[in-house]
């Protein structure tokens, strides 16, 4: 069992920037990968960014990925979410989630933390 999380989010002004944490506890040593998720009023939810735990590869969603970053601590056990020159459209409840099998599925989620970005 992982359990996840998350802090950092809150209102911030369009062009701002926020960050997010993530600290995950438990069998966290067999984590595979950390991902950040993201599910808008009215909207699925939607997949951010997510980092390979031994390697550190990153990978983004395509309007994302010149505006956040992910990284993680291995001695913490956190991984965080940078996020910067936010818009309105990034306004969502951000989830922080873990897997452990490599071609499996997300299954471990945080609580979320809310994002707004005021116009």
């Known amino acids: 069992q992982v359990q996840l999380v998350e802090s950092g989010g809150g209102l911030v002004q369009a062009g701002g920037s926020l960050r997010l944490s993530c600290a995950a506890s438990g069998s966290a040593f067999s984590i595979n990968r950390m991902g950040w998720f993201r599910q808008a009023p009215g909207r699925e939810r939607d997949w951010v960014a997510s980092i390979t735990w031994s390697t550190g590869t990153t990978y983004y969603k395509d309007s994302v990925k010149d505006r956040f970053t992910i990284s993680r601590d291995n001695a913490k056990n956190t991984v965080t979410l940078q996020m910067h020159s936010l818009i309105s459209e990034d306004t969502a409840v951000y989830y922080c989630?873990?897997?452990?099998?490599?071609?499996?599925?997300?299954?471990?989620w945080g609580q979320g933390t809310q994002v707004t970005v005021s116009s």
């Open positions: 989630a873990a897997r452990i099998h490599a071609d499996g599925g997300y299954e471990y």
